[in-house]
T-cell receptor, first 114, second 115 residues
Framework: NAGVTQTPKFQVLKTGQSMTLQCAQD?????MYWYRQDPGMGLRLIYY???????DKGEVPNGYNVSRLNKREFSLRLESAAPSQTSVYFC?????????????FGQGTRLTVV | AQSVTQLDSQVPVFEEAPVELRCNYS??????LFWYVQYPNQGLQLLLK??????LVKGINGFEAEFNKSQTSFHLRKPSVHISDTAEYFC?????????????FGTGTQLKVEL
């Protein structure tokens, strides 16, 4: 069982470039999440998807878009990267629908915008 | 809106000493509470969770946490730490209303265990 898989693991972008971070889970989970992790700020929720076909903004959605392509996949797109988006990005998934279940995390994508 | 406060950004402790990592939450309703651990260059993994029932929750690696509704706290404890416990620890809250899909994390506490 692979769990949650994120690609790529590392990426360097120039300011203004675009890219898509990919996330896939094989646990048949309904909910999926994108977080960013910055020193001293913990994990901040960018977007989440409670189920296939739905997405909602989290705490820091500006500059990002998401697509819940199907139940397995949830992608995060940076249309015009900025240095402030340098961060480690984590995708997570969660089963059930009551909030009582454990979230499973990918290994992260380390993004640097120069 | 739900939120989590972890007041201690870093906690140094000697090996075999006890440790407590503090977590306070804010929510207008009953909540589900979680502690996650992150080892260097890895994703997060669950240590333990509180859903309901007994306020003392036991998790993996000898950790436990106590839910205190009146103080809105969910502090993590371990009676004797090991060097391998060096990691960052995150408290998280999930609000069961509206489906409970939103999972909010605190800013984390870096636990450094020294010999």
């Amino acid at each position: 069982n692979a769990g949650v898989t994120q690609t790529p693991k590392f990426q360097v972008l120039k300011t203004g470039q675009s890219m898509t971070l990919q996330c896939a889970q094989d646990m048949n989970h309904n909910s999926m999440y994108w977080y960013r992790q910055d020193p001293g700020m913990g994990l901040r929720l960018i977007y989440y998807s409670a189920s296939e076909g739905t997405t909602d903004k989290g705490e820091v959605p500006n500059g990002y878009n998401v697509s819940r392509l199907n139940k397995r996949e949830f992608s995060l797109r940076l249309e015009s990267a900025a240095p402030s988006q340098t961060s480690v990005y984590f995708c997570a998934s969660r089963g059930g629908g009551t909030g009582a279940t454990e979230a499973f995390f990918g290994q992260g994508t380390r993004l640097t915008v120069v | 809106a739900q939120s989590v406060t972890q007041l201690d950004s870093q906690v140094p402790v000697f090996e075999e000493a006890p440790v407590e990592l503090r977590c306070n939450y804010s929510s207008s309703v009953s909540v589900y509470l979680f502690w996650y651990v992150q080892y260097p260059n890895q994703g997060l993994q669950l240590l333990l969770k509180y859903l309901s029932g007994s306020t003392l929750v036991k998790g993996i690696n000898g950790f436990e946490a106590e839910f205190n509704k009146s103080q809105t706290s969910f502090h993590l404890r371990k009676p004797s730490v090991h060097i391998s416990d060096t990691a960052e620890y995150f408290c998280a809250v999930s609000d069961p209303t509206g489906g409970g899909n939103k999972l909010t994390f605190g800013t984390g506490t870096q636990l450094k265990v020294e010999l």
